[in-house]
């Protein structure tokens, strides 16, 4: 089965700073990955994808996302962290899953909180 | 990207009741998923629905507690059945990529 790992519960930066947030993946064959974002009280907002072609992938709201096969890693990155940009990021990879129909998987979420 | 509704956004019920949510997307979708969010967690499939079959269940999760409608290729219902307060959680619909803004749903 295909599982993505939040390793960070929670994440804290001081608006300007660059911020990452971190996300590993476990797969057969390739993969497809996926990050969102939950404001308190709203839905699941998507950011961004990587199914192929450039490893460094553009999304919402300037993040974007490096997809790194050798670490298996899928992580989000934004240069400069703003305080509206304080939320829960949850980190998906679609699979293909026993019913035989593609589904999300998600990891355990982090939460971004950025200071002033 | 589809546009998805959800009806209600918010509810508390009493233990032994049920609650139909509405989920509604703005263009064609072959297949629609539900999801849970218990408190403090990650969201959890519950189950995929796909218009003019049965909807599919994942482990844990069975019809009769929450059945499901998917009667055209954009609307669908979900029903917690014979709730406890357990089934506190938030509930997302969705298509393979985007999200309604979600179900809060209190049992006490």
């Known amino acids: 089965a295909q599982s993505v790992a939040q390793p960070e519960d929670q994440v804290n930066v001081a608006e300007g700073n660059p911020l990452t947030v971190k996300c590993t993946y476990s797969v057969s064959g390739n993969p497809y990955l996926f990050w969102y974002v939950q404001y308190p009280n709203r839905g699941l907002q998507f950011l961004l994808k990587y199914i192929t072609g450039d490893n460094l992938v553009k999304g919402s709201y300037g993040f974007e996302a490096e997809f790194n096969k050798s670490q298996t890693s899928f992580h989000l990155k934004k240069p400069s962290a703003l305080v509206s940009d304080s939320a829960l990021y949850f980190c998906?990879?679609?699979?293909?899953?026993?019913?035989?129909?593609?589904?999300?998987?998600f990891g355990t979420g982090t939460r971004l909180l950025v200071s002033p | 990207s589809a546009v998805i509704s959800q009806k209600p956004s918010r509810d508390i019920c009493q233990r032994g009741t049920s609650l139909t949510i509405q989920c509604q997307v703005d263009?064609?979708?072959?297949?629609m998923f539900w999801y849970r969010q218990q408190p403090g967690q990650s969201l959890t499939l519950i189950a995929t629905a796909n218009q003019g079959s049965e909807a599919t269940y994942e482990s844990g999760f069975v019809i009769d507690k929450f059945p499901i409608s998917r009667p055209n290729l954009t609307f669908s219902t979900l029903t917690v059945s014979n709730m406890s307060p357990e089934d506190s959680s938030i509930y997302l619909c969705g298509s393979i990529q985007y999200f309604g803004p979600g179900t809060r749903l209190l049992v006490l």
């Open positions: 263009s064609q979708v072959t297949m």
């Open positions: 998906a990879v679609r699979e293909r899953g026993n019913t035989g129909f593609q589904k999300l998987v």
